[in-house]
């Protein structure tokens, strides 16, 4: 529109009359009648005494004192002011709306706006300001009155047959316009934001507006629309990165429902949790926590911006943490944060860990979080090099992982050790977390071999393994040292453990006594095994196939297949069929026929595993020898 046209414009617009009553003046809290008989003087009085009840309440107001509220406000006229001047009086007149607004429902507000009404005919020539600044109150006696007397914009044009009908709007208007239209809804956002940025922290109504409207429309979207993605997103980022804090406040509480409805890409999500770290607020540290906790409750990122980790890793956050861990599930956050920082120290020499610590000792530290963590700090460690397996940081958070998780660590320690990773970084790896490292004598071998680590026994009994295939003699003392040990982790809990052992033991055990004593332990360990239901046909069959490599004495063989005989009947249906199964696939264990009179013992014994009549019984009739003398006592 030409400057020509605005002035012909505001030339056609109605202009008061100096005479009393001889004009109807729009007016929020007179009707037009009672309004006329209010001259220009009496009006500025009413404005002022509200203004001052105002600055009383507030004294940001103080500064519209000189200007908006000046008696000389009288005379203003606006067609008679050039344009400078009158979008410097537009700036004001919109400031001033924007912090009258939070108090609205007061009557000093009224009074107050009676007068720029009258004077500054805001409801015309500042209709948008106006509409803006109290849409937050659309429900209310007084937004109904401005849209009574204001002049529609475009933009406003929905609120015709409201101000036809003389009625204010009520939310489900406005949730039911925002989703129809989304427009509107960006629209709305970015007013919003506007006004509370230009009032600094005095924009109370509008946090609240913003933060009920965008969860609303977002709960009314069955599926967010794409063009609304961004409008939403680009309002969120301006608000958690405002130096204003209710309106990063209000920021904070929209990014759940946002993330809640919204699927965003996760160079968005990671956007987003730098925006959060670059913008902290000292006085919002829990709602920080919170806010970040939410994010990586709906979208769950591979790991944090570094510098969300610093931040969150100072005192005051983790005391938050901690704060909000008594009462809150905030897992995700406190696993992303340690899984972040496990990689910094393969990555950081210098990396600081003493929040890591704080973070560690938690009280009732989550559980779903300690595995993923030992899981992947040994994970990383086998992919590191040399060099990076020397670091500092490294070696301490591998102490602070063996300090606060021993268990777990070991239990990832033993899978490592099963799946057949690289011995060598193994063995370092053990060496740093999990204890001093062994040497090659033979009191250090025997430490190894019964270490209260699985892993660590296993990895004994492989180094005596790797001198035994490597040629390397083992001297008789050794041999007899050790012998022992390896004898004892035949029954070992560990099924990996224990066969390796048993693969052991023919080349350290070739005396009859200490063979029948090997037995006799087992047999003890099958009775208390089984009586846990825990019992292992393999391992037990696996012991026997070696066994049966020692055929020369009589009584072996007869000890044998009493300890045979003897786990069939004690163990239950599913385990004598699972055992059955084994003895049928084993090539080895069909060498004891030939061991015993009769060919066909073993097609007898098969056929009666199902039966468990006594043990002694059933050896007898079965195998027909004679029980030896010692079986009952291991019986008794």
């Known amino acids: 529109m030409t400057l020509l046209s605005q002035q012909l414009q505001k030339l056609s617009l109605p202009r008061e009359q100096v005479k009393r009553g001889t004009i109807q003046h729009s007016s929020l809290i007179f009707s037009a009648t009672v309004a006329s008989d209010y001259d220009v003087q009496e009006i500025l009085d009413i404005g002022i005494n509200g203004f001052e009840e105002l600055v009383s309440l507030n004294p940001c107001f103080e500064q519209f004192r ?42 000093p507000a009224h009074k107050a706006l009676e007068w720029l009404v009258r004077a500054y005919k805001v409801h015309i020539y500042n209709a948008e300001a106006l509409l803006c600044a109290f849409i937050p109150l659309h429900d209310s006696k007084l937004f109904a009155k401005i849209l009574e007397i204001a002049t529609l914009p475009e933009n406003w044009a929905w609120l015709e047959e409201a101000k036809a009908n003389n009625v204010n709007i009520g939310r489900a208007e406005l949730v039911k316009l925002c989703t129809s239209n989304p427009h ?29 409207l965008v969860y609303l429309v977002l709960e009314a979207f069955q599926e967010v629309p794409a063009d609304v993605i961004p409008k939403i997103y680009s309002c969120l980022i301006t608000a958690i990165s405002s130096p204003n804090k209710d309106l990063k406040s209000a920021g904070y509480i929209i990014t759940g429902q946002v993330l809640r409805k919204m699927n965003l890409k996760d160079n968005i999500v990671c956007e987003l949790l730098c925006t959060l770290a670059d913008y902290p607020d000292p006085g919002l540290v829990k709602e920080l926590i919170l806010c970040v906790s939410c994010v990586l409750h709906y979208h769950p990122v591979s790991e944090l911006p570094v510098a969300l980790v610093e931040l969150v890793l100072q005192h005051k956050y983790l005391l938050a943490v901690e704060v909000i861990h008594e009462k809150n599930d905030i897992s ?4 992303k944060l340690l899984l972040t920082v496990s990689k910094l120290c393969f990555t950081s020499n210098t990396m600081d860990l003493s929040g890591a610590a704080k973070l560690l000792d938690l009280p009732a530290f989550p559980e779903s979080v300690i595995g993923s963590l030992v899981e992947s700090y040994f994970n990383l460690f086998f992919e590191s090099t040399q060099e990076v397996r020397g670091f500092d940081a490294v070696n301490r958070l591998g102490d602070l992982l063996s300090n606060n998780f021993p268990s777990h660590v070991q239990d990832v320690f033993q899978k490592h050790h099963s799946e057949g990773c690289d011995m060598g970084v193994l063995e370092q790896l053990k060496s740093m977390i999990l204890g001093k490292y062994i ?44 012998c022992s040990s390896i004898i004892e982790r035949i029954t070992d809990e560990d099924l990996s453990v224990s066969l390796k052992s048993i693969s052991l033991i023919k080349q350290f055990v070739g005396d009859e006594t200490i063979l029948h004593s090997a037995l006799t332990g087992i047999l003890k360990k099958v009775q208390t095994v089984t009586s846990d239901k825990t019992f292992n046909p393999e391992t037990c069959v696996s012991l026997i196939e070696i066994l049966v490599t020692f055929p020369e004495n009589v009584d072996v063989v007869k000890t044998l297949v009493v300890c045979l005989v003897n786990l069939l009947a004690e163990c239950d249906e599913q385990h004598r069929k699972l055992m059955s199964a084994q003895i049928r696939s ?21 056929a009666h595993i199902q039966q468990c009549g006594t043990r002694v019984a059933l050896v007898e009739t079965m195998c027909n020898i004679p029980t030896p003398q010692n079986f009952r006592v291991i019986c008794a």
């Open 66 to 107: 000189d200007t908006l509220f000046h008696p000389t406000s009288v005379t203003f006229e606006r067609l008679t002011r050039s344009e400078d001047v009158l979008q410097s009086i537009d700036k004001e007149i919109e400031l001033f709306l924007a912090f009258v607004s939070n108090y609205g429902l007061l009557s």
């Open 184 to 212: 509107y809804l960006s629209y709305f956002m970015e007013r919003a934001l506007h006004i509370i940025q230009i009032t600094g922290n005095q924009g109370r109504i509008h946090h609240s507006f913003l933060v009920t």
């Open 332 to 335: 995700g956050l406190i696993e």
């Open 439 to 482: 040497g090659n004598d033979s009191s250090q071998k025997i430490l190894e071999i019964n270490h209260d680590l699985p892993g660590i026994r296993m990895l004994g009994l492989l180094k005596i393994s790797e001198k035994l295939d490597s040629g390397k003699a083992i001297s008789a003392e050794e041999k007899g040292d050790i």
């Open 586 to 606: 084993s090539k080895d264990l069909k060498k004891l026929s030939k061991l015993i009179a009769g060919e066909d013992w073993f097609d007898h014994l098969l």
